[in-house]
């Protein structure tokens, strides 16, 4: 109790307690004066702290407002840079120094095929191996250092990951950054461009040793036929001429699809209907008794009057040459599909057949010259087809399994350059 309170009940009870009105009403008095005294003193408290209160609750508006703004620019900066780790071309991958994979954007979750709810916030370990990124993940973060650069292959992908890690922050943030890019377009382009090399070469050389054959095989057999002539009495003889002369006649054959093959050709580029061309290709096919019958035709046009920049005659041959292969790999019976489909900006031309296969092995070099499966093929024709795909600005790929069929795949740009 104060002491203004004090003062105050004590008054009180000396009115109470006075012998006399006078005196009562002298010590009511008393304790009156001191009851305003404190009202106006709490009075003035109140006004003080309301004015306080009004001054801590606007400053606390101030930093609500504060805080606000700075919640909006945490949020716009986080929105900015989720914008930029979805869209940024490369895989990014963080992983803090208690092995908790706090960032995982949507390309590292295509390249890696696990979906982010496996991954993000969880324990490295949970859904990947020790050395899965070609180093110790354990070690990389006991000791603070990484391996710069490594190399991994996943589902036929080639993954290259670069690694950093990273030490200008405060240690709950420390960790490792893993950044991964497919490589495998990258690398399957090289491997392109080495064979192109390699042909060009081998083009080169073969031109030149074709040229080299020519005069004297054309000279052998200028001999050759003198010598069956004079031979006339001799039948045995003239047999082995005979031999001489088939020999080289298949030499000259070799000779010419050399040079036909090395030589350069230029495109008659037209805006060609590729939907008509298939039609005039398979209309030609079913009336040719070499081809068989019982091999079923299903044809897939998507796209009405497509239009593409070609050489008529020359993109004819190619698909002809794709489709006489099929044919042959099938046999007497099967079915080829041959579809047309617009993707982007490319003309996908598709010809797949039921035939043998070819062997993974021959893969790679089905596309090389006088590489052949065949007993009487010469390994040109594909190889030819190929450079024709080429300089159209386009690609011949091929996919096959073994006694189940191949799919020979054309994309062709819709604009030329």
Same mark, same amino acid.
């Given at each position: 109790?104060?002491?203004?309170?004090?003062?105050?009940?004590?008054?009180?009870?000396?009115?109470?307690?006075?012998?006399?009105?006078?005196?009562?009403?002298?010590?009511?008095?008393?304790?009156?004066?001191?009851?305003?005294?404190?009202?106006?003193?709490?009075?003035?408290?109140?006004?003080?702290?309301?004015?306080?209160?009004?001054?801590? @609750?606007?400053?606390?508006? %101030?930093?609500?407002?504060? +805080?606000?703004?700075? *919640? =909006?620019?945490? /949020?716009? $900066?986080?929105?900015?840079?989720?914008?930029?780790?979805? @869209?940024?071309?490369?895989? %990014?991958?963080?992983?803090? +120094?208690?092995?908790? *994979? =706090?960032?995982? /954007?949507? $390309?590292?979750?295509?390249?890696?095929?696990?979906?982010?709810?496996?991954?993000?916030?969880?324990?490295?370990?949970?859904?990947?191996?020790?050395?899965?990124?070609?180093?110790?993940?354990?070690?990389?973060?006991?000791?603070?250092?990484?391996?710069?650069?490594?190399?991994?292959?996943?589902?036929?992908?080639?993954?290259?990951?670069?690694?950093?890690?990273?030490?200008?922050?405060?240690?709950?943030?420390?960790?490792?950054?893993?950044?991964?890019?497919?490589?495998?377009?990258?690398?399957?382009?090289?491997?392109?461009?080495?064979?192109?090399?390699?042909?060009?070469?081998?083009?080169?050389?073969?031109?030149?040793?074709?040229?080299?054959?020519?005069?004297?095989?054309?000279?052998?057999?200028?001999?050759?036929?003198?010598?069956?002539?004079?031979?006339?009495?001799?039948?045995?003889?003239?047999?082995?001429?005979?031999?001489?002369?088939?020999?080289?006649?298949?030499?000259?054959?070799?000779?010419?699809?050399?040079?036909?093959?090395?030589?350069?050709?230029?495109?008659?580029?037209?805006?060609?209907?590729?939907?008509?061309?298939?039609?005039?290709?398979?209309?030609?096919?079913?009336?040719?008794?070499?081809?068989?019958?019982?091999?079923?035709?299903?044809?897939?046009?998507?796209?009405?009057?497509?239009?593409?920049?070609?050489?008529?005659?020359?993109?004819?041959?190619?698909?002809?040459?794709?489709?006489?292969?099929?044919?042959?790999?099938?046999?007497?019976?099967?079915?080829?599909?041959?579809?047309?489909?617009?993707?982007?900006?490319?003309?996908?031309?598709?010809?797949?057949?039921?035939?043998?296969?070819?062997?993974?092995?021959?893969?790679?070099?089905?596309?090389?010259?006088?590489?052949?499966?065949?007993?009487?093929?010469?390994?040109?024709?594909?190889?030819?087809?190929?450079?024709?795909?080429?300089?159209?600005?386009?690609?011949?790929?091929?996919?096959?399994?073994?006694?189940?069929?191949?799919?020979?795949?054309?994309?062709?740009?819709?604009?030329?350059?």
């Amino acid at each position: 109790m104060s002491d203004i309170l004090k003062k105050l009940n004590e008054t009180a009870n000396l009115a109470l307690n006075s012998a006399s009105t006078q005196e009562s009403m002298k010590h009511l008095a008393k304790a009156f004066s001191l009851f305003s005294t404190e009202t106006t003193r709490l009075e003035n408290a109140y006004q003080r702290l309301l004015k306080r209160f009004n001054q801590v @609750n606007n400053q606390l508006k %101030i930093q609500e407002n504060e +805080l606000r703004q700075k *919640v =909006t620019d945490l /949020n716009s $900066v986080t929105s900015y840079l989720n914008n930029i780790l979805t @869209n940024i071309s490369q895989g %990014i991958i963080y992983i803090d +120094l208690d092995g908790i *994979v =706090t960032t995982y /954007n949507k $390309v590292a979750q295509d390249i890696l095929g696990i979906d982010e709810k496996k991954v993000l916030f969880k324990s490295f370990s949970e859904n990947f191996s020790d050395r899965f990124f070609g180093f110790s993940m354990k070690n990389a973060l006991k000791f603070s250092m990484c391996q710069k650069i490594s190399y991994i292959s996943i589902n036929k992908k080639q993954i290259e990951i670069n690694t950093s890690f990273i030490y200008d922050c405060p240690t709950p943030y420390r960790g490792i950054v893993l950044l991964l890019k497919d490589i495998t377009k990258i690398q399957n382009l090289q491997i392109s461009a080495n064979r192109n090399d390699r042909l060009n070469k081998l083009g080169e050389i073969a031109a030149n040793i074709a040229h080299e054959i020519k005069n004297p095989l054309g000279a052998i057999r200028g001999y050759a036929s003198l010598l069956y002539k004079d031979l006339e009495n001799s039948k045995p003889l003239q047999d082995m001429i005979l031999y001489i002369l088939d020999g080289t006649k298949a030499m000259e054959r070799v000779v010419t699809n050399v040079l036909e093959y090395a030589r350069p050709f230029s495109l008659e580029v037209v805006s060609l209907d590729i939907n008509e061309l298939i039609k005039e290709i398979i209309k030609s096919i079913k009336i040719d008794l070499s081809f068989s019958s019982k091999i079923k035709i299903h044809l897939n046009l998507t796209e009405p009057n497509f239009y593409i920049p070609a050489d008529k005659e020359h993109l004819k041959s190619a698909i002809l040459n794709i489709i006489i292969n099929a044919y042959h790999a099938m046999e007497d019976s099967g079915i080829l599909r041959i579809s047309v489909i617009k993707n982007s900006n490319f003309c996908i031309i598709s010809i797949e057949d039921t035939g043998d296969g070819i062997d993974q092995k021959d893969l790679e070099n089905i596309f090389s010259p006088f590489f052949t499966t065949k007993q009487n093929g010469n390994g040109l024709g594909l190889s030819h087809t190929n450079k024709i795909i080429q300089a159209h600005f386009a690609t011949l790929d091929v996919t096959s399994k073994l006694y189940k069929g191949s799919t020979f795949t054309i994309t062709m740009p819709i604009k030329r350059g």
